[in-house]
């Protein structure tokens, strides 16, 4: 049992290491914090990268997870929109400086001070202004700024909820600010965790959606999730048909022999790419004739603000846009971790604690 002021969590000691059930501090408590109990939380593709230092060295020990809901155990007196017994959920950023450019914008997701590298405002693997180091959801308990805390709307469950806080808003932010509305047509690279999530949230814009996928294997799951066509990306023949019928793609899956040229070749001029997967190493390969011949845009993306978590919850419960989730145990996180590893989620891994 852990104290008033640790919690326990699935740690991670180093690239390669098991994952240990261990008790670590939770941030000294502030009057702007929000403490919970953690019931669920989801894996992210973003917790491969960080265990392993994918994108950079990370901070060890470090407790991953960022799609973590669970019920208000505890409010700092500065917190009026948040009450013990609330629901609440934590996605990706834990805090921003609030006081940048980004951040007076609300752009909070893109403040320098508060990006999600090592020593920013990410969940975990990052750092408080305190100096305590941000710890995720594969625990028992979190605490943090009240900012990036969210109310979940009464028409979801908690383990549905989980997954919206990374997957859901990371591609709901870009559609939403690219203005996908009925008439446009929007591809979709990528079925899987971030793309059954941009699928549902196209078709529910309004939009026609296309799954771009290198295989027929994933053919009957994408036209249950709102598809209107499917195109095997390794048909050359159907790949030149459909040249220029696209005003967007969504890329949510990318590997390091991508074919820049095989997909911009889909998109109608002045067309937009989204780029929501973020690799390990540098884009290469983009041709630039034809990205200038075509006046197309490649546009990058990092989660939402809180403001875009908040419209994206009230959408979803409108909408009815649901993640497909697998739950395992929170005691058996390295198992769930190593399916994710292995490619078995469908579409989404969420951790349950015990009640």
Known sequence: MSSENTFFGWSCSGKGQPLEWKELPLKQWEETDVEMEV????????????????????????????????ICTRVG???????????????????????????????????????????????????????????????????????????????MTNEMAACFFCAGVTTYAPLRRSRVKAGDRVGVIGIGGLGHFAIQWIRAMGAEVVALSHSDRKREDAMELGCDDYIVTHDVATMKKNANTLTHIICTSFANNFDWSLFLNLLKS???????????????GIPPLLLAGKQLKITGSIIGSPRMIEDMLQFAANTDVQPWINKYPMKDAPAAVQAVRDGKPRYRIVLENEP
């Open 270 to 284: 002045d067309g937009e790419f989204i780029m929501v997967a973020i690799p390990e190493t540098p884009l290469q």
């Open 39 to 70: 019931s669920h939380c989801g894996i992210c593709g973003s917790d491969i990268h960080v265990m392993d230092s994918g994108w950079e060295a990370t901070n060890y020990p470090c407790v991953v997870g960022h799609e973590i809901v669970g």
């Open 77 to 155: 007196k500065n917190v009026k929109h948040i009450h013990v017994g609330d629901r609440i959920g934590v996605g990706a950023q834990s805090w921003s400086c609030g006081e940048c450019e980004d951040c007076l914008s609300g752009n909070e997701n893109i403040c320098p001070k508060g990006h999600l590298g090592t020593n920013g405002g990410g969940t975990y693997n990052g750092r408080f202004p305190t100096g305590d180091n941000t710890y995720g959801g594969y625990a028992n308990k979190w605490r943090g700024d009240h900012r990036f805390v969210f109310k979940i709307p009464c028409s």
